[in-house]
């Protein structure tokens, strides 16, 4: 399940998204998400609060390195960087490629190579509104749990796990799982500032309603980490998550990627998952 789009469509998306924001606008938006005032921005860019008030309200040009910089210093997606260069009239730094495309072979081979050495566990790769664009095989017969509905293209994670007909139905501690991936959700919309996330996060929000208990529940005290405690066809999964991504992406879909691996949490889902993959 690899990303359809042509190369040019992230830079088309990035064109329209600029095209009635100045760069001025841009940095005063990413200011109040980030909760920086403007002498502090200045401060850690190692410029005049003056010079980046004059940049704010296009009285100065600010150069390339500038923004970049500035652009660092607010911890912008690379996506958003090459938004904030093109409102400033310069070119985008960072290369678009989908997944599929013969620049990515080499990542694509590695990423796949990473989830069947998981095997026999569940490995996904996830793009930043955690859609599923690559598997393994453990992955597959998850996946082929959910109704047709929930297997379109793209699958997306957030939905497939607290739809109510999707994995919802196989797991049984909601009420500590629901309000973990509700946050990974509402932080991605928070970074990322998309318009379709935000849409995807109240969809999700509606669906895990019902499900989420009225308060939450304090953690366990020897609770380690948040498990995902499934229950299918009378045989019960106990699963923990980690999250990695590209340490030194150049390429925004890189920078957006996610490879997330399942691992047992306990023996009897080591030995049941063991015995699945025969």
């Not at 597959?140 to 929930?150: F, G, Q, S, W, Y």
Request: net charge negative; glycine share 4%; with cysteine.
């Amino acid at each position: 399940r690899l990303p359809s789009a042509p190369p040019t469509a992230g830079l088309s998306r990035t064109i329209g998204a600029m095209a009635t924001a100045t760069v001025g606008d841009l940095l005063k938006q990413w200011r109040a998400k980030r909760g920086c005032s403007q002498l502090a921005l200045a401060s850690d860019a190692g410029v005049s609060s003056r010079h980046l008030s004059f940049v704010e309200t296009g009285r100065s040009k600010p150069s390339p390195e500038l923004l970049l910089t500035l652009a660092e210093q607010l911890d912008l997606p690379l996506r958003e960087r090459n938004t904030l260069l093109l409102a400033g009239g310069y070119a985008p730094r960072f290369s678009h490629h989908t997944l599929d495309a013969d620049a990515m072979h080499h990542v694509r081979s590695s990423l796949q190579r990473i989830l069947d050495t998981h095997e026999p566990y569940p490995g996904l790769v996830l793009d930043r509104q955690w859609n599923i664009v690559m598997t393994n095989r453990a992955a597959d017969r998850m996946v082929d749990l959910l109704p047709p509905e929930l297997q379109q293209d793209p699958i997306n994670l957030f939905r497939a796990s607290l739809h109510p007909d999707g994995f919802a139905r196989y797991t049984t501690n909601l009420d500590r799982w629901a309000p973990y991936l509700l946050s990974e959700l509402n932080r991605l919309a928070s970074v990322y500032d998309d318009p379709a996330l935000h849409e995807l996060a109240a969809e999700v929000h509606e669906l895990a309603a019902p499900l989420m208990p009225e308060s939450a529940n304090p953690s366990v005290a020897d609770e380690l980490v948040v498990t995902c405690d499934l229950e299918i066809a009378g045989t019960r999964l106990s699963l923990f998550t980690t999250l990695t991504s590209f340490g030194s992406p150049r390429d925004t879909t890189l920078d957006e990627l996610l490879i997330e691996l399942f691992f047992p949490a306990d023996a009897e889902t080591e030995a049941t998952l063991a015995t699945l993959a025969i």
